[in-house]
């Protein structure tokens, strides 16, 4: 466990000799939802303050994630796997990513990264859209199989970090959009009936589906 979450998950830097602390975790669930889901509230406030801005200033907010990562990333969809592995690792030592600013500057690189990663491998633009409450939401707008997609990268991160499923990685969500299998599991969701037994059959249809990719 150590391992995987790292040494300042259960030591202090400043007090190595002090006794470990246990890690926290939260154990607030996140329904499974529709594929185009927005978690319990409307993570955008608390990250992105300025839509417009956010928008034009994506690529070198991008970029300072690359930087993170000793230019290790190059907007392909396999680079989003380290990410998704580091959002992993950080989410289990930051439960709430919203409350130190540092953090809140992370989850905005986060969220122009996988903007640009879209961007550039599904010719998609940037966007900004107001949801439901009024709150604006920067977008990548793009097209997949000649059918025009709406990407909620905010949303996304937001869910992927407060669940921790790896199901809900950046990396298998472009590999369902650009395979199709996010379409076809869309138009599988509405004809059928939301029930336990239903979400169970999909969550067993996206891990399937991880397993395989």
Known sequence: ?????GRDAFFEKRYPAKRCRAPQFTFEQVSFGRPIEVVMSDPVTET???AQCFVQEAPLRAEALVQRFHG?????V??????DSFILKKSYRHADPWAKEHSRLLLQELVAYYGE???????????????RGGNLHPVVICKINGHRHVEYPVTRIAKFWL????ADGLAVRLYLLQSGEW???EQ???SADQDPAWLRKARAWVDGFVRRS
């Open 117 to 131: 990663v879209l961007r550039r491998n599904l010719e998609g633009r940037w966007d900004v859209v107001a949801v």
């Open 183 to 185: 379409r076809r599991l």
């Open 1 to 5: 466990m150590i391992t995987h979450l």
């Open 188 to 190: 599988y969701i509405k």
């Open 78 to 83: 396999a680079s989003l796997n380290p990410v």
């Open 72 to 76: 290790q990333l190059d907007y392909s």
């Open 48 to 50: 992105i303050p300025d």
């Open 163 to 166: 669940g921790r499923e790896r």
